[in-house]
């Protein structure tokens, strides 16, 4: 693994996806830099990946509400607990649990283990609700995905939220996601 500074120079293998990123980012002026790696499915994957990339990947969490019509993308910590009373609670919504790859496919054109901000892109009818932990918009990079799990990008906080989520028509809501999870 080797740090890049923006795309790849060459595009062949890649998926039109992680090129619509790539030709997004650059269409908005976001420097990123760049670490291409075999696929990284879980955190601890990642683990590895952050080294090189100088800053830590988001977990990110799609949930949505029992009718499923409700949708939710949530970026934290790697390492802090997640349990979804936490979530609900400070959004004052029902109950969330963990979305399924059909509507993770169909709102965000991304497949387990690739979930990232940036498959907001392709959010078009804005039905997924953004929400990051504090402690992510406290860093001063996002480690993401470019809606592909074998690539990870390293993205201004101030980009992501200035330049990014205007240009896909979408907000941040925040939330304080505890670091110890209480008993329920």
């Known amino acids: 693994m080797e740090l890049q500074n923006g795309r790849p120079a060459d595009l062949s293998g890649r998926l039109e996806k992680e090129i619509r990123v790539y030709d997004l980012l650059d269409s908005l002026g976001i420097e990123y830099k760049r670490v291409d790696h075999p696929a990284a499915e879980t955190m601890e994957a990642c683990l590895e990946i952050e080294k090189v990339l100088g800053t830590p990947i988001c977990k990110n969490l799609f949930l949505c509400n029992r009718q499923k019509t409700d949708f939710y993308l ?71 995905h470019p809606c592909i799990n074998t690539s990870s990008l390293a993205i201004k906080t101030s980009d992501i939220l200035n330049k990014f989520l205007p240009a896909v028509n979408h907000r941040e809501t925040t939330v304080d996601m505890p670091w110890h999870c209480e008993d329920e």
């Open 74 to 144: 949530l970026l934290m910590p790697g390492s802090k607990p997640f349990k979804t009373k936490d979530i609900t609670k400070q959004l004052g919504c029902a109950r969330l649990s963990f979305a399924q790859a059909e509507y993770m496919q169909k709102f965000l054109d991304i497949t387990p283990g690739s979930v990232s901000v940036l498959g907001l892109m392709n959010d078009k009818e804005n039905r997924v609700k953004l929400v990051i932990d504090e402690d992510i918009l406290n860093g001063e990079y996002i480690g993401c």
